[in-house]
């Protein structure tokens, strides 16, 4: 939780309007939306007022809480299991693709299954490469990651 989060959550726990704060600062309402928005931040005598002011400790004001919750963590890690399997679908296409070109290198319909098995095999490289090459580059869009 940000500074000014804090300081509208203990403000709001306290039953105090921005003004009343204000005034027991001596600032304007506005310095105080600018804190509570987290557009400036306060001076080190202020925080000590504000502290007063809402009873609470400097330390617990300024202490930085860790944003990552459990949800959030388990979330991440679907995302990294889900992300580990997408890139191993276009290893195995290429596999087999290869595969497919060894065994059946001596029918005589050999010419449609090699063709069929080389397109495959360059667009699976294709949308490898624009999948890689998305996920390693903060610039690309989505858009950019496949052949169609």
């Known amino acids: ?13 306290r039953k105090l309007s921005q003004r009343e704060v204000a005034e027991k600062l001596n600032v304007t309402r506005q310095v105080v939306s600018y804190w509570e ?3 400036t931040i306060p001076d080190i005598q202020i925080l000590q007022q504000l502290a007063e002011l809402y009873e609470i400790d400097m330390e617990e004001m300024l202490q930085e809480e860790n944003s990552t919750t459990q949800n959030e963590e388990i979330a991440a890690l679907i995302c990294g299991i889900i992300l580990a ?3 191993k679908i276009p290893v195995v296409n290429i596999i087999v693709s290869l595969i497919v070109l060894w065994k059946y ?6 010419f449609f299954i090699r063709t069929v098995a080389i397109v495959c095999l360059v667009i699976t490289v294709y949308n490898t490469y ?6 390693f580059n903060p610039n690309s869009t989505i858009k950019n990651r496949y052949l169609w």
Do not use: H, I, P, Q
């Not at 939780?1 to 726990?13: S, V």
């Not at 290198?105 to 050999?110: D, H, L, V």
């Not at 624009?130 to 996920?135: A, H, S």
């Open 1 to 13: 939780m940000k500074l000014g989060e804090k300081l509208k959550k203990y403000r709001k726990e």
């Open 37 to 39: 928005c987290d557009l």
């Open 85 to 87: 399997v997408a890139f």
């Open 105 to 110: 290198k001596n029918r005589k319909y050999s």
């Open 130 to 135: 624009g999948t890689f090459y998305t996920c």
